[in-house]
C-alpha cells in the first residue's frame, strides 16, 4: 500500500459533518442568527421536513446545535442555535476549504 499525496491530506481530514452540503447550509444559516425556527430552516435550506430533521439530529449529536422546544400559545415551535462548538468547527472547516484553494496568479 502506498501513502497518500500530501497535498490531499487536507482534504481527507475535512470535518464529514460539516462538510455535507445539507448540514453545511443548516450551520451557514444558524452562524448568522441568534435563534432559527424550524419552519423557517426548511424554507431557506429547501429541505424536507424529515431531510432537515435528520441532519439537525446529526448536528446535535455532534454538539454543533441545540434543539429548543418551545409553545406559541397552545402551538409548538422548534427551533435551533449554533453551539461555540458548532461555531468553532464552521470557522475550521471555511479555513480548510480556503487553503486548498490556489492562490491567484499560483495555478
Do not use: C, W
Not at 2 to 21: C, G, Y
Request: aromatic letters at 6%; zero cysteines.
Amino acid at each position: 500500500m502506498s501513502e497518500a499525496d500530501p497535498d490531499l491530506q487536507p482534504i481527507l481530514t475535512l470535518d464529514r459533518t460539516v462538510h455535507e452540503p445539507a448540514r453545511l447550509a443548516i450551520l451557514t444559516v444558524l452562524s448568522a442568527a441568534e435563534e432559527v425556527e424550524f419552519l423557517f430552516l426548511q424554507r431557506v435550506t429547501g429541505l424536507s421536513k424529515g431531510n432537515l430533521s435528520s441532519h439537525t439530529q446529526k448536528l446535535e449529536v455532534a454538539g454543533y446545535l441545540e434543539t429548543v422546544k418551545a409553545f406559541r400559545g397552545r402551538i409548538p415551535v422548534t427551533s435551533f442555535r449554533i453551539t461555540d462548538e458548532g461555531r468553532v468547527a464552521l470557522k475550521a472547516y471555511h479555513k480548510q476549504l480556503r487553503a486548498l484553494l490556489p492562490e491567484e496568479g499560483k495555478r
